[in-house]
Antibody, heavy 120, light 107 residues
């Protein structure tokens, strides 16, 4: 059974940092690209970042480029999101998502999400 | 970056109705378009990918179509569990942008 479990969320002050983790199980993690997607309160889904299976191809949404870093450790079946210089508008529920095998952008399984609140 | 524009932003309908949501891409994305359903408190659910391919387990009342820059998601015979928000996403190239969403409400 595929499982994605996010952790590391919480309250952070503007300008500070936070690291999110996503532990994967039930599939061969090292063979899949992975993604972070967020949803701010009352807003829509926003694609945040994606990373290829071997970390050779990485991309970010415009609103987090230069502040967030996505990474992975295939030996630990884990995905990470290092969030620096946090802003109040980064407050959101952050989802880790796995794509379908042959279509790296199509997200067929999602974690339950981890809440990040940025407030002074 | 590719911009995705959905319409309408919200729509009211009754159980049994048929509803169509549209999604336009700012550039040609061929058939690289996915649709998701989002209900409060739940993770998003993949409905359609490749513009028209139904994800396994999704009821056949959901139909996706389109190519290039214009796409639609049609729900025929609305069921109570279908009242949710729907998002399109271009899966053609990084960044994989979402549309702003369409909220389907009960009339």
């Amino acid at each position: 059974e595929v499982q994605l479990v996010e952790s590391g969320g919480g309250l952070a002050r503007p300008g500070r940092s936070l690291i999110l983790s996503c532990e994967a199980s039930g599939f061969k993690f090292e063979n899949y690209a992975m993604h972070w997607v967020r949803q701010a309160p009352g807003k829509g889904l926003e694609w945040v970042a994606g990373i290829s299976w071997g970390s050779g191809n990485i991309a970010y949404g415009d609103s987090v480029k230069g502040r967030f870093t996505i990474s992975r450790d295939n030996t630990r079946n884990s995905l990470y999101l290092h969030m620096n210089r946090l802003r109040t508008e980064d407050t959101a529920l952050y989802y880790c998502a796995k794509p379908r095998t042959a279509t790296p952008g199509v997200l067929d399984f999602w974690g339950q999400g981890v809440l990040v609140t940025v407030s002074s | 970056d590719f911009q995705m524009t959905q319409s309408p932003s919200s729509v009211s309908a009754s159980v049994g109705d048929r509803v169509t949501i549209t999604c336009r891409a700012s550039q040609d994305i061929t058939s690289s378009l996915a649709w998701y359903q989002k209900t409060p408190g739940k993770a998003p659910k993949l409905l359609v990918y490749g513009a028209s391919i139904l994800q396994s387990g999704v009821p056949s009342r959901f139909t996706g179509s389109g190519f290039g820059t214009y796409f639609t998601l049609t729900i025929s015979g609305l069921q109570p569990e279908d009242f949710a928000s729907y998002y399109c996403q271009q899966t053609h190239i990084f960044p994989y942008t979402f549309g702003q969403g369409t909220k389907l409400e009960i009339k």
